[in-house]
Every structure is written in C-alpha cells, then in structure tokens.
C-alpha cells in the first residue's frame, strides 16, 4: 500500500512539475540565427530597443524589424528593453518565446540613440554585450533598402524593398518560431481544394484611424473588389473571409453592417469580432492575403510564405509581394507554390494542411 502512495506521489509530483514548466517558451530561435557558426555566444552582442508605437501592428512590426537587423548582423536579437505595451500573448504568438528583461548585472550596455545610427557599430570585437536602442527609427533604415517604382503615385513613386533587412535565412525560423502557436489557433477556413483558395483580406477603415493622413489609411472598397474579381475569374470557388480592423470595448461604435453589402454581394464573409490573434492566423495561413494600408498588414505579409498582395504605403514590401498592378500579370507565379501541390502550402517540408491552423471553426 505505501509503495502504491509512493508511485502515486511520484506520478504526481511529475505531472505537476511538467505543468509547472508548460507556460515557459523556450528561446526565440529566429532571435540567434545570424549568430556565425563556432562564435562565443557570451560575447555576440544583444540588441534591445525601445518601442515607440503602441498598437500591436506597430509594435510587432518594430519587434520584427529589430530581430531581422540583428540577423543581418550576427547579433541576438534580445527583445524590447521595456515591459511590453502589447499583450505578451501577441509576442509569444509571433516570436514563440518570454524574452527576459535587460540583465544590466552581467553584460556591458551600450546606448545608441536612434536605430539609424547602429551601423557606427563596428565588430567583432564588439564594444559592449549589450546594445540598447533608445528610438527604434527604423522606417529610415527602410528608406536605405533598394526600391521599384510603382505606378500609382500616392505617397511617393517608390516602394523600398526589404528583402536585403528581411533575409530568407530570418524568414524561415521566424516563420517556424510563429508557427508553434500558429497551428493552435483557430481559423474560419474550410477549403483543402487548391481550386478553392483560402484567401484573407484586412479592410482598414473606420473611428481607429485618426491624425492629418488619416484618409491616406483608409483601404479602398473598389481596391479589394478588383482583386477578388481576378481571384474568382480564376478560381470562381476561392473562400474569401473580410476582416475590418474595428475598436473593441463597451465603449466602441456600434458597427454598421450595412456598410459592408458589397463584400456579402460578392460572397466574402466579413467578420466584425475576430481576436488579433485570430485575425493574423487567418492572415498568416492564407493562400492569398490581401493586405490593408497598415502595419497590422505588414506584420503578417512577412510571415505568409504564400502570396500576398501589396498595396502601397509607408511600409515597404517583400520582393515576392504581388500588387494589383501586376496581380493578374503574376497570378500564377504568386499561387503557383500553393495550387500545384495537394495540400496548400509547404513550409520547412510540412504540409501546411497538417500545420495550418491545429483545428478551424465552424
């Protein structure tokens, strides 16, 4: 009897111990990719920032960009050097990690004003363990990447384009590290039929948008309903899902469900009360993803290894990221990796089918 309560206890305690240590995420393995094979790890810097922006898409995309610079440069990517002011949910969902606090104790830190000015920073006998960047500019490192011209002038006739910051070695852990939680999520996505694409759109309207450029933010109507008619003149059977980027609270606007007839005319399903999280696995997991004038577009367009779809604005672009200009020139080319395969998508030799999302709504 004693050595049943024994086992029992021992069980026990095991189970505990395990769920005790469930919640913890291991380190972010897109963080240390660029880190030279054989380097003394103590020794590599780790770069931290401070985050202007407050809402996710922003502060994600800051996120993102500052691992990504850190990649290019051999550095570990360390996280924000604040308490995040986003839902650590969010972090975790695209970095699957807890990034520790700055540890001041053990490393030497080194200051540097603004993002822009880290290539003053020469190695690899490197000046400090730790590089703390006190005003994340990184849009003036984005005006430093190449750019193509695009035809429609709105806020200038150039788009950068950032594959040399957002590197294919970078996009494919960060894309792994994300995917973690990515097939936990649940999505509104029925479609295994590559005749039937899963397509997502972000609409970017409404009382979130705000400031002197506000009507430069807004996506336009006509926008989205010229890419679906390219989409449904190929695949008449593609399933579309609409999401709008609305305030959330008790507080928040009534929505006006009217004001989106045109998408329900055209077979979209628009949902009104989606999560972030939700919403970017929606978006990150889609065939084709129809971005929105916003970093909460951008955020996912790095992360979909599909095709995505690219509207210009003051973010710049991948160099695989289609427009509408050249949509139905490229839309082949763009769908090509999902429609001649029989599952969606393959992402580091996983069908995404089987990775993309773990279980679906409805």
């Avoid at 985050?51 to 610079?69: D, E, I, P, R």
């Avoid at 070695?169 to 999505?187: G, M, P």
Wanted: some cysteine; proline content about 7%.
């Amino acid at each position: 009897m004693n050595c049943k309560i024994s086992i029992f206890l021992t069980i026990w305690s095991t189970l505990v111990a395990l769920c005790a240590g469930a919640g913890k995420r291991p380190p972010c393995v897109a963080c240390s990719v660029g880190v030279p094979q054989g380097a003394n790890q103590d020794t590599v810097p780790v770069l931290y920032h401070n985050v202007k922006g407050t809402g996710a898409g922003a502060y994600l995309y800051s996120m993102l960009f500052a691992a990504a610079y850190a990649e290019s440069r051999g550095w570990i990517y360390g996280g924000t050097a604040e308490e995040p002011k986003v839902e650590r949910k969010l972090i975790r969902f695209i970095f699957n990690s807890d990034f520790p606090p700055v540890d001041a104790s053990k490393s030497t830190t080194l200051q540097i004003e603004r993002a822009s000015d880290l290539h003053k920073i020469k190695g690899p006998s490197w000046p400090a363990t730790s590089i703390v960047v006190l005003d994340d500019d990184w849009l003036n490192l984005e005006k430093q990447c190449e750019t193509v011209d695009f035809p429609r002038f709105k806020y200038s006739d150039k788009v950068p384009v950032l594959d040399s910051i957002f590197r294919p070695s970078f996009l494919k852990e960060i894309q792994a590290d994300n995917a973690v939680d990515l097939r936990r999520t649940a999505t509104h996505f029925k479609s295994n039929n590559p005749k039937a694409p899963r397509v997502a759109i972000h609409i970017r309207r409404g009382p979130l948008i705000k400031g002197p450029f506000a009507s430069r933010k807004h996506s336009l109507d006509s926008y989205y309903f010229a890419v679906v008619e390219i989409i449904r003149s190929r695949y008449p059977h593609a399933e579309i899902h609409a999401f709008p980027l609305l305030p959330k609270g008790s507080d928040a606007p009534a929505v006006n469900e009217t004001e989106y007839a045109g998408y329900e005319k055209r077979d979209i399903t628009v949902h009104f009360d989606a999560s972030i999280q939700t919403t970017w696995a929606h978006f990150i997991s889609a065939d084709i993803f129809v971005m929105a004038h916003s970093a909460f577009s951008s955020v996912p367009a790095l992360l979909n290894p599909n095709c995505v779809v690219y509207d210009h604005f003051w973010l710049g672009k991948l160099d695989r990221h289609v427009t509408l200009h050249n949509f139905k020139e490229k839309f082949d080319q763009c769908y090509s990796s999902v429609a001649t395969v029989p599952v969606h998508a393959v992402q580091h030799g996983i069908p995404m089918n089987v990775l993309l999302p773990g279980k679906r709504i409805g």
